[in-house]
T-cell receptor, first 110, second 115 residues
């Protein structure tokens, strides 16, 4: 099993739609979780951290399910500008290291 | 404020040549990371420095790769000799702390093509 696994997509959704991505991780001892966004030919940028209780930032909601070892990202009211690749990031317990998923590609269509 | 700066942005070289990638972290950050990104393998950590000291280089592919951080504001990643399979985007990232909860800020990357 990969350390961090994501559906590569692409997810093609119309503007205004709600879309959700999941990401599974293999190490149950991982404590830190993030979603990064990467635009085509650009660097990854932090979108949001994922907290145990779940957290929301505008149209974006992140959830953590420790029992099933997955995190999710929900995007409401999708905008054209949301088109990007979303990277799931999980820490390696006891280290400073992150493991990046290979990303889920989202295309929001007009 | 300036973010992480990398140079060159693009590098095309021939197999066997030496390649040097450069990175200037965000001022005040004391952790620096070199990553490599390919379509097949995604983003892989190559090496991590804390306070200019290499902490973990287990991700460096082989002896052809070396990295240095002579001071807090500069790091290099060198490939000698380069091979076509080294073609990738190389990112440098920095963070303020050294824990896994600290946000890593990425530079724009160097797109390397080895012919």
């Amino acid at each position: 099993r990969k350390e961090v696994e994501q559906d590569p997509g692409p997810f093609n959704v119309p503007e205004g739609a709600t879309v959700a991505f999941n990401c599974t991780y293999s190490n149950s001892a991982s404590q830190s979780f993030f979603w990064y966004r990467q635009d085509c030919r650009k660097e990854p940028k932090l979108l949001m951290s994922v907290y145990s209780s779940g957290n929301e930032d505008g149209r974006f909601t992140a959830q953590l399910n420790r029992a099933s070892q997955y995190i999710s990202l929900l995007i409401r009211d999708s905008k054209l500008s949301d088109s990007a690749t979303y990277l799931c990031v999980v820490n390696v317990p006891g280290t400073y290291k992150y493991i990046f998923g290979t990303g889920t590609r989202l295309k929001v269509l007009a | 404020d300036a973010g992480v700066i990398q140079s060159p942005r693009h590098e095309v070289t021939e197999m066997g040549q030496e390649v040097t990638l450069r990175c200037k972290p965000i001022s005040g950050h004391n952790s620096l990371f070199w990553y490599r990104q390919t379509m097949m393998r995604g983003l892989e950590l190559l090496i991590y420095f804390n306070n200019n000291v290499p902490i973990d280089d287990s991700g460096m592919p082989e002896d052809r790769f070396s990295a240095k951080m002579p001071n807090a504001s500069f790091s290099t990643l060198k490939i000698q000799p380069s091979e076509p399979r080294d073609s990738a985007v190389y990112f440098c990232a920095s963070s303020f702390g050294q824990t896994s909860t600290d946000t890593q800020y990425f530079g724009p990357g160097t797109r390397l093509t080895v012919l």
